[in-house]
Structures are given as C-alpha cells and as structure tokens.
C-alpha cells in the first residue's frame, strides 16, 4: 500500500515539476521539484526492475531498464541540437558514458562488494567483456577521426561522411551483439522471490517511469543552466558532470539499488548495457539523426575525451573482464571519474 502512496506522490511531484517548468517560475523552485521528481521516478524503474528481473533473466531485463533510462540522453541531445548545442549535445552523451562507466559502475562495484559475504564481487564476464568491445570500437573512430582532424590531412575534410559510415558499422555490430545477447540469456536463470506485482503492472510502472524520468531530466537541466551561469561553471563540465550524472539517476539508483541486495548480475547488466547502448546505439544513431537538424553531431571530439574514451574502455577490459571485483577496483574507477571531471572544469 505504501509503494502505491509513493507512486501517486511521485506523480504529483512530477506533474508539479511539469507546470513549474512551462509557468516560468523560478529556477530554484524548477529545480527543486525536478531533482524530487527525478529521485521518485528513480526509484519507481529500479522497483519495477526488480519485479520484471524476477521472471527474466538479468541480461534482458538489465537490456529492457537501461533503454528506458537512456531515454533522457535522447531527449536532451535531440533538443540540444535543435537548438543548434553542440557541445551540449555532445558531452552530455559522453558524460552518461564517464558517469556510467566510471561513477556509477564504482559505486555499484563497492555496494557490491558490501552485500558479498567474502567483500568480492562476483558476475557473469560475458557482458563485461562484450562492453568493453563496444566502447573500444566506438573509441577506435573517435580516434581515427581526431587524428584526422589533428593533423589536417584529406581525410579531415570529410569527417562528416566517415561519420555516418562509422554510425551504421556502429549500429549493425550493436544489432548483431544484442541479438546473441539476448539468445545466451535465455539461458539464465531469473531472479529469485516473489513479485510483488503482476507483470503487466511491473511493465507499465517501467514505462512510466522511463517516460516521466526523459521529460523531467529536461526540466531539471533547464533550471539548472541558469544557475550554472551565476556560478560561472564551463558549459561543458555541466553537460559532462553535472547532465550526466542527473541524466543517468535511473540506472544509478537501480544499479545501487540491486548491487546492495546481492543481484549482482543483475547491477552489472544494469550499469554495462547502459553504456553499451549509449556508445553503440545512442550516439551513431543520434549522429544519423542530427542530419535532419543545421546542426550535425559528428565523431569529432576534443583530445582530452578521445583520451578518456580510449583509457575508459581500457579500465573497464581489466577490471571486469575477470568476472570478479574488490573493493579497490571500484573505488579507482571513481577516481578515475573524479579525475577527468577536474581535468574538465579547467579546460
């Protein structure tokens, strides 16, 4: 009955987020229901990813979670660049990536770690391992590309050409990788316990949830601006901090969320496919999308985040391609993101 109580004040939080947003009132006030809003509907995904993980196996259900929590990256890009921002629209989906990858899977690595009876973290290395692939394939024409572009050469000229081309190898591999993803998983066992809800009503919270969370990630970085302008922070250590890490409360707190209740298969799939998809889906689809706007997103991005993609993807190949995690590795990755976000605000 409780979580029922929850669920409509969350749905009235948002709501009021909704008409704060479109009023014109203040930042503060914006601000504040959107970060309320955005913690319930947060909680609201994780709950029902649970419900939906205890009839299917973590790999589908980490899938089906994490392409609803992406869906605010897509919102917030697609409006970035039909307002012609660049530079928002890209490092807000590097940000979910760093934030992801580095944040986020730290901490889950750590909770993680915590609910293990021997304080290590034990996981199936498959999906580690198909992820980190990705990312160093995402990373190889990032590179290609800022090589280019660095040394002026003829191909530099063309960089948005060979982005599309990248865009679509990105696009097929993905298709191909999700569909022996999710065929391995049919092997896998589903969650243990008993589902507090039916599978239809664990769906629709899902979906509501994922929904609500797109649009009101767009209010809360609009009343967030204003304020990032009267603290004189870089508009790209907002997108790549502060967007990606408020984009990105769906994952967090279901990927925290199950790594404390010892579903470790089901965290990492949870935090992995978010990043996967981002890297693989997210970013050369958006890139195909952007040529129905002026302004096109392209695989051209500053050295500082070609070197971190590359040494992202390096760090994720060593620490999870074992099937295992201490402690340690875990609190690196948050320093590796603590790193780069200070590296950020200095650019």
């Known amino acids: ?10 749905a009235l939080l948002t709501a009021a987020a909704g008409i704060a947003h479109y009023a014109g009132a203040t930042a503060v006030l914006g601000f504040v229901l959107a970060t309320l809003a955005l913690a319930g509907l947060a909680w609201i995904v994780s709950f029902s990813t649970e419900q939906v993980g205890q009839r299917m196996g973590p790999g589908a259900t980490g899938l089906l979670q994490s392409t609803l929590g992406n869906l605010p990256e897509l919102f917030v890009v697609i409006f970035a660049l039909s307002a012609g921002e660049l530079v928002v629209a890209q490092t807000s989906l590097l940000g979910s990536v760093f934030a992801n990858a580095l944040l986020m899977l730290g901490i889950v690595i750590v909770a993680g770690c915590k609910a293990s009876p021997d304080g290590v973290m ?12 990705l990312m160093l394939l995402t990373s190889f024409v990032i590179v290609l590309v800022g090589v280019s572009v660095a040394t002026g050469d003829r191909a530099a000229h063309h960089v948005e050409a060979i982005s599309i081309a990248g ?14 993803y999710l065929r391995h998983d ?11 809800l039916s599978m239809t009503q664990a769906l629709v919270l899902l979906g509501a949830g994922g929904v ?13 601006t204003p304020a990032m302008d009267r603290l004189g922070i870089p508009p790209a250590f907002a997108g790549l901090v502060i967007v990606g890490i408020a984009g990105n409360a769906v994952e967090n707190t279901a990927g925290i969320s199950l790594a404390l209740k010892g579903q470790a298969d089901l965290a990492i799939s949870v935090v992995k496919n978010s990043v996967a998809q981002i890297t693989a889906f997210l970013y050369p689809a958006l890139v195909l999308v952007s040529l129905l706007f002026a302004t096109h997103l392209t695989f051209a991005i500053a050295p500082l985040y070609i070197g971190a993609l590359l040494l992202t993807g390096l760090a ?27 590296s950020v605000f200095y650019e």
């Open 167 to 180: 865009a679509v190898a990105l696009l097929i591999t993905y298709a191909v990788w999700v569909a022996f």
């Open 316 to 342: 994720l190949w060593q620490i999870t391609s074992d099937g295992e995690a201490t402690p340690f590795e875990g609190v690196a990755l948050v320093a590796l993101y603590v790193i780069l976000a200070v």
């Open 186 to 196: 049919q092997d896998n066992e589903p969650s243990q316990g008993r589902p507090e």
């Open 1 to 10: 009955m409780r979580r029922w109580v929850f669920v409509g004040l969350t």
């Open 212 to 224: 609500g969370a797109a649009f009101v990630s767009d209010w809360f970085v609009d009343a967030l």
């Open 122 to 133: 034990r996981f199936s290395v498959q999906l580690p391992k198909d992820n980190a692939i």
